[in-house]
C-alpha cells in the first residue's frame, strides 16, 4: 500500500545550520506531498505542501521539491534556529470516499537546535 | 476564530470504562478526520467523515464508535477502553473535494490503565 518513509532522529545540530530531513513514499497515482510540524504539547501544524512533480512548497524559511523521479520530498533549511526545534513529519494524501482524504504520515524526526 | 477545539485535553480511565471525544470546528469544513498518535508510528487514521451525515471505518478503527453530530460536530466513543487505546488523539477538518491540506486539534492525552 502507500506508504512515507522518513529520516529517523533525533536530529541535533547547532544553530545557524543546514537542514535536511529526507523523506520519501510510496504510492499509487500522483498524490500530494506534505510537511506538517509539531511544538511540543501541540496538535500538527502545516509547514508546507505540493500537490505535482517539481513543485516546490515553501514556508518559515523551509523548503521541499516534489521528485517523481526519485519518489522525495526532502525538507530543508538553510539556517536553523532554536525555534525550529520540533518534530517534523511528512506525509501524502489519499482520496478516500465522498471526496475525503486521509494523510499518510511517516513516523516522525524529532529536531533540536541547540543555541 | 479557535479553528478546531478538543475536549477534554487530557484524561486518565481505567480498563473497561468508557468515554467519548469531542470535536468541534468553526472553520465550516465539511470533512473531519480522527487520528492517534503513537511514539515512532506517526497518525493514523481512525474514522472520518466525509460530510454531515456519513462516515467511515480508516485504518485502526477497532474499538472505536464516532458521531456526525451535525457539520461542526465529530465525536469519538470508546466503548469499553483497553491498554492499548492508551495514545494522544487528534482531530483534523479539511474540505471535501478541494485542497488536501488538513488543519489539526490539539489533542486529547488519554492513558489507559
Known amino acids: 500500500g502507500d506508504s512515507v518513509t522518513q529520516m529517523e532522529g533525533p536530529v541535533t545540530l547547532s544553530e545557524e545550520a543546514f537542514l535536511t530531513i529526507n523523506c520519501t513514499y510510496t504510492a499509487t497515482g500522483y498524490p500530494s506531498l506534505f510537511w506538517y510540524v509539531q511544538y511540543p504539547g501541540e496538535g500538527l501544524q502545516l509547514l508546507l505542501k505540493a500537490t505535482k512533480a517539481d513543485d516546490k512548497g515553501s514556508n518559515k524559511g523551509f523548503e521541499a521539491t516534489y521528485r517523481k523521479e526519485t519518489t522525495s520530498f526532502h525538507l530543508e533549511k538553510g539556517s536553523v534556529q532554536v525555534s525550529d526545534s520540533a518534530v517534523y513529519f511528512c506525509?501524502?494524501?489519499?482520496?478516500?470516499?465522498?471526496?475525503?482524504?486521509?494523510?499518510?504520515f511517516g513516523s516522525g524526526t524529532q529536531l533540536t537546535v541547540l543555541p | 476564530n479557535a479553528g478546531v477545539t478538543q475536549t477534554p485535553k487530557f484524561q486518565v480511565l481505567k480498563t473497561g470504562q468508557s468515554m467519548t471525544l469531542q470535536c468541534a470546528q468553526d472553520m465550516n469544513h465539511n470533512s473531519m478526520y480522527w487520528y492517534r498518535q503513537d511514539p515512532g508510528m506517526g497518525l493514523r487514521l481512525i474514522y472520518y467523515s466525509a460530510s454531515e451525515g456519513t462516515t467511515d471505518k480508516g485504518e485502526v478503527p477497532n474499538g472505536y464508535n464516532v458521531s456526525r453530530l451535525n457539520k461542526r460536530e465529530f465525536s469519538l466513543r470508546l466503548e469499553s477502553a483497553a491498554p492499548s487505546q492508551t495514545s494522544v488523539y487528534f482531530c483534523a477538518i479539511g474540505r471535501r473535494g478541494g485542497t488536501d491540506t488538513q488543519y489539526f486539534g490539539p489533542g486529547t492525552r488519554l492513558t489507559v490503565l
Open positions: 506525509a501524502l494524501s489519499l482520496l478516500l470516499s465522498g471526496s475525503a482524504r486521509q494523510l499518510t
